[in-house]
């Protein structure tokens, strides 16, 4: 089985590890036997999204959005028919962001979104940052890093509740957001190595939308778990 992986604008968005979320994809499809092709997308004129698998958008500056949010509105309505259509898609910070109608930094500057769900963000001066830990039903506990200024307020499912740290805006106690089989979150780290079962997830439903078929060879996880449960504990205790 085969899979392809569009990794939206490498160069310009990634911040505190996001690539290793793709290098986790690969290796645990490589791990199963299944081969995950990785394009590199560095100017929407290379895409072809009908024949893509799975959609990774890594988290940047103020300034590296503004520079590729042109890129992205040329291919907002063939994104948003995808999402519809079930493509899987992970969206980091900045790339959550750009998953709303606009965002607006904190000198005020406005930068267009995707429009892909119903919701803008703002930015603040004081930064949100630190560990975070919250617990989702889809996966149990998840554990991460933020770094944003940016409050997002929506009114879709979230990824799940903040148990330490900010999430979303700091107030509501909700982070990320689940679409379909999209999901955008402010979690750094990279999130997708601490937490295998959203990994898996991404993939299966891949799987299945691709080829009908969602059930994965079971994987030894104790070392990710063992590093999941430490990176807990840090945070509770911080």
């Known amino acids: ?4 992986l569009y990794n939206l604008f490498p160069d310009r968005l990634n911040l505190y590890g996001d690539r290793g979320n793709v290098i986790a994809l690969q290796k645990r499809c490589e791990w199963r036997g299944i081969h995950l092709m990785i394009a ?31 890129e992205l509105l040329k291919i907002k309505n063939d994104f948003k028919f995808c999402v519809e259509d079930g493509i899987s898609c992970l969206a980091i910070c900045g790339g959550y962001q750009l998953l709303g109608s606009y965002y607006v930094t ?45 409050r997002t307020y929506h009114s879709y499912k979230p990824l799940g509740k903040v148990i330490k740290g900010y999430g979303n805006n700091g107030e509501d106690g909700t982070e ?30 891949s799987l299945e939308r691709k080829y009908g078929k969602k059930e994965l060879i ?21």
């Not at 089985?1 to 392809?4: A, D, E, I, R, T």
């Not at 004129?45 to 958008?57: A, E, R």
Request: proline content about 2%.
């Open 176 to 205: 990320g957001l689940i679409y379909h089989n999209v999901i955008g979150t402010y979690l750094h780290g990279p999130i997708l190595p601490k937490n295998p079962s959203i990994t898996d997830h991404i993939i299966a439903a």
């Open 106 to 150: 904190s000198e005020g500057t406005i930068h267009r979104g995707m429009e892909i769900c119903d919701f803008h963000s703002t930015a603040q001066k004081d930064r949100q940052v630190g560990n975070i830990l919250i617990e989702t039903k889809e996966f149990g506990s998840v554990v991460g890093f933020e770094n944003h200024s940016g």
């Open 40 to 70: 590199d997308i560095k100017s929407t004129n290379d895409m072809n999204l009908s024949s893509v698998d799975i959609i990774f958008i890594g988290g940047g500056s103020d300034r590296e959005q503004g520079l590729i949010t042109t």
């Open 218 to 238: 079971e994987l030894d996880d104790s070392q990710e778990y063992e590093a999941k449960q430490h990176a807990e504990k840090i945070c509770l205790t911080l």
């Open 1 to 4: 089985m085969n899979l392809l």
